[in-house]
């Protein structure tokens, strides 16, 4: 079997997740790092044993990869992407689809004009969708078996620190981040969310920078009333304001049964019988709220990194989650 060819572009918290996945698929060589910072071009190669590029024209030139993972901060997502996918080379970026939807819409694009070509293959990272809570509700759903539904709840509940943004101010920033809390830790439930329950024509809301005013210029806390194409409402919640983290939460009341995803998923029949499946649990230097399908949806994206068709979570589909977060700043005026 040929060896795929992999490198990383951005050096930094999330690339861990990817170099673990990278290195759990067998066939898969992690060949090169690019980082803009000098300093953690130094660190990557020191830490990693591979060489560290300034760019990615430098990357593909010196060691040709067939894959680049992209996870720089939001504002820096679509340019490498762009100039990966220009070199002929597949890409597994980060989420966001990109800080703006102007920005986002440069990747559409590319895409759209490339339509029916044999062009790179583009995949985003909203790898919560590969969960088994996620699986088994997306096949209930499909199968009819909840029968009518009659809406939907979410939450996420999280802690931050002041000293998290001041960390990496770019995370408190509306232009390099796009936002705060939706775009960086809410976006994952709201891609679940139309994914579930389809897209979402209307948005209803308001967010709030409750507790780090003196730190950050975007959001803390939000809530939100979403109406999908089918006429169904969700009410959404999210704060990072909380003393610790709870599960993400997302309940659906449903004709034959009342549903909750927390830790896994739970669906309590009308007629008395109680499913439950578990969540998997693997372990990784990663943080653990970020989920545990990271290697699932990777180890996916380089199956099929060979067919015709695009990969199913492509740039069209990560502009949804987007444009809700983006247009729940509007309606705030925010």
């Keep these: 079997m040929a060896v795929t060819r992999a490198a990383i572009v951005g050096w930094g918290d999330v690339a861990i997740i990817h170099r673990e996945a990278i290195d759990t ?50 504002h820096q997502h679509i340019t490498p992407t762009l100039e990966a996918l220009e070199r002929g080379v597949h890409v597994i970026q980060e989420k966001p689809l990109a800080a703006s939807i102007e920005d986002g819409q440069r990747l559409l694009d590319w895409v759209d004009a490339r339509a029916g070509d044999r062009a790179p ?44 943004y001041r960390a990496k101010p770019w995370r408190g920033s509306r232009e390099e981040s796009g936002g705060g809390l939706l775009i960086n830790q809410a976006i994952h439930t ?13 948005v209803a809301g308001h967010v709030a920078t409750n507790k780090f005013g003196d730190v950050i210029e975007v959001e803390d806390t939000a809530e939100m009333l979403l109406t999908h194409s089918s006429g169904l409402k969700t009410s959404f919640y999210a704060t990072l304001t909380a003393p610790q983290h709870r599960p993400v939460e997302f309940e659906l009341d449903c004709e034959n049964a009342y549903v909750s995803l927390r830790n896994g998923l739970t669906v309590a029949w009308k007629d008395g019988r109680l499913d439950t499946y578990e969540e998997r649990k693997v372990p990784s230097g990663g943080r653990s709220y970020w989920g545990v399908s990271h290697e699932l949806l990777i180890r996916d994206f380089y199956a099929k990194v060979d067919d015709p068709e695009p990969f199913w979570i492509s740039p069209a589909e990560a502009m949804k989650s987007l444009q809700i977060l983006k247009k729940t700043y509007e309606v705030s005026g925010f």
């Design 121 to 164: 293959k583009i995949g985003i990272c909203f790898q919560n969708r590969y969960n088994i809570s996620s699986q088994e509700l997306r096949r209930l759903l499909d199968s009819g078996e909840l029968g009518e539904i009659h809406g939907a709840y979410a939450s996420v509940v999280w802690t931050r620190t002041a000293d998290y």
């Design 190 to 202: 709201l891609d679940l969310v139309q994914w579930f329950m389809g897209d979402v024509v209307d």
């Design 25 to 74: 698929i067998e066939g898969v060589d992690l060949v090169g790092i690019v980082d803009t910072d000098a300093d953690r071009r130094e660190q990557a190669n020191a830490t990693l044993g591979v060489p560290a590029y300034a760019s990615i024209d430098e990357l593909v030139d010196a060691a040709a990869p067939d894959v680049v993972h992209v996870t720089t901060p939001h």
